[in-house]
């Protein structure tokens, strides 16, 4: 079962602004990964179910940071049918995101009190996961859908939407404040945040350094001074 609350993973998202977003086969660099996401001041890792054996890398990514990085909230990303959102759970998971909405999937993890925030891409998608009972949704992809003035335009009509961007942010003052200002409570980022390069170099130290140079990024996107 997961080992974070609901409510300290809401707000833990939205005080860090940033959820990494990452998959990779091999469990020494995820776990290594890890490490460098909570030294550079990130709490969260959303490990993607994207490619062959991801679950099984899960539940060593998670057994692992219940003993080594008691701090860190470890969710599972691409989780797009029940079946799955039910294993993951059993797991660990502390929340679960996709791609889509499933009104399955919702059901699963209301049912364990879990935040679900799947992706949305309209309007009534996003008031239809409100009704099953999503605190927050994805917008993906964020980039495709018009960016920040697209969140701006839904939340006209809407301001009690809280969608988390994911596709097409940068981990710069200027893309994450165009988001905080259009009503993000925080942004997911992937291979910007994590360089594909830098991955395969096991380059370490400058992940660590990426991932404190996105943070001090967010405090100075949310900064009106």
């Keep these: 079962m997961a080992s974070h609350s609901k409510a300290l993973v809401l707000s833990t998202i939205h005080r860090d602004g940033v959820i990494p977003v990452f998959y990779n086969a091999d469990i020494e660099v995820t776990r290594e990964v890890a490490r460098r996401i909570v030294a550079g001041g990130l709490s969260t890792i959303e ?8 679950i099984e890398v899960f539940a060593e990514l998670i057994r692992w ?10 969710g599972v990303g691409s989780v797009g049918e029940a079946t799955t ?7 660990g998971a502390n929340f679960v995101f996709a ?5 399955e999937v919702a059901a699963v993890c209301n049912g364990r009190n879990i935040p679900y925030v799947p992706g949305c891409g309209t309007l ?17 992809p964020a980039g495709s859908l018009g960016g920040p003035a697209f969140l701006s335009a839904v939340r006209a009509p809407c301001p009690w939407v809280q969608a988390v961007p994911t596709g097409g942010v940068e981990p710069t003052v200027e893309s994450m404040r165009a988001w905080f200002e259009a009503g993000a409570p925080a942004v997911g980022m992937g291979s910007k945040l994590l360089p594909k390069a830098m991955i395969e170099g096991r380059d370490w130290a400058s ?19």
Excluded: W
């Design 124 to 140: 009534t998608e996003i008031q239809h996961a409100y009704r099953l009972g999503c605190d927050v949704v994805k917008l993906f």
């Design 207 to 225: 992940i660590e350094q990426q991932v404190a140079a996105t943070v001090a990024a967010v405090a100075a996107a949310r900064n009106k001074g």
């Design 85 to 91: 959102a039910g294993h993951v759970i059993d797991l």
């Design 99 to 103: 791609p889509n909405l499933s009104e």
């Design 65 to 74: 940071a219940r003993r080594e990085l008691p701090e860190l909230i470890v």
């Design 47 to 54: 490990f993607t179910n994207r490619g062959d054996g991801a």
